[in-house]
T-cell receptor
Framework: GENVEQHPSTLSVQEGDSAVIKCTYS??????FPWYKQELGKGPQLIID?????GEKKDQRIAVTLNKTAKHFSLHITETQPEDSAVYFCAASQDAGKSTFGDGTTLTVKP | DAGVIQSPRHEVTEMGQEVTLRCKPI?????LFWYRQTMMRGLELLIYFNNNVPIDDSGMPEDRFSAKMPNASFSTLKIQPSEPRDSAVYFC??????????FGSGTRLTVV
């Protein structure tokens, strides 16, 4: 089955700096790669996703890149703000249905 | 849209008691997932349904756990009998053709 590895497990940055979280996946058939943000006491929330026919996608301060050949994808957050502090999860799936999640990255943005 | 609705938000029960967690998915979503989250094991997929039919229950830890989806708008996860090691946050999520999950707010279960 699919295996998703996520790094780093914790990340601390100064407000205004950029943050990058990386994931690798094992199943070349995976074609959908979402990212979720989980704030304390809440469920994970989808913040951005990318499909395998696209190399990069951007939404304001967040962007995701995908390298299908190397089987890795990354989340980039620019101009970080304290409210970006949360746990971020990457995931991979084939079409609709079951996603395999990474173990999560705890991002702390220091004011 | 009210999103995925889970109840109760918090549940404290004594060891050996039956616990039932409830979930209402987003209307029109044909996949429903139950996850358990703990500090030690992260997000674990317990079971998922497609069009109300269980597809993969390999994550259900033992026979004490059972899940049903009697119709497209309701699912339950039952633990009988409950044990302290079942203490965790249980999430329900649903998805449709857009693929991305919508998670509920979770049920924090404490078994004492």
């Amino acid at each position: 089955g699919e295996n998703v590895e996520q790094h780093p497990s914790t990340l601390s940055v100064q407000e205004g700096d950029s943050a990058v979280i990386k994931c690798t996946y094992s199943d070349s058939a995976s074609n959908y790669f979402p990212w979720y943000k989980q704030e304390l006491g809440k469920g994970p929330q989808l913040i951005i996703d990318i499909r395998s026919n696209v190399g990069e996608k951007k939404d304001q301060r967040i962007a995701v890149t995908l390298n299908k050949t190397a089987k890795h994808f990354s989340l980039h957050i620019t101009e970080t703000q304290p409210e970006d502090s949360a746990v971020y999860f990457c995931a991979a799936s084939q079409d609709a249905g079951k996603s395999t999640f990474g173990d999560g990255t705890t991002l702390t943005v220091k004011p | 849209d009210a999103g995925v609705i889970q109840s109760p938000r918090h549940e404290v029960t004594e060891m050996g008691q039956e616990v039932t967690l409830r979930c209402k998915p987003i209307s029109g979503h044909d996949y429903l997932f139950w996850y358990r989250q703990t500090m030690m094991r992260g997000l674990e997929l317990l079971i998922y349904f497609n069009n109300n039919v269980p597809i993969d229950d390999s994550g259900m830890p033992e026979d004490r756990f059972s899940a049903k989806m009697p119709n497209a708008s309701f699912s339950t996860l039952k633990i009988q009998p409950s044990e302290p090691r079942d203490s965790a946050v249980y999430f329900c999520a649903s998805t449709g053709t857009a693929y991305g999950y919508t998670f509920g707010s979770g049920t924090r279960l404490t078994v004492v």
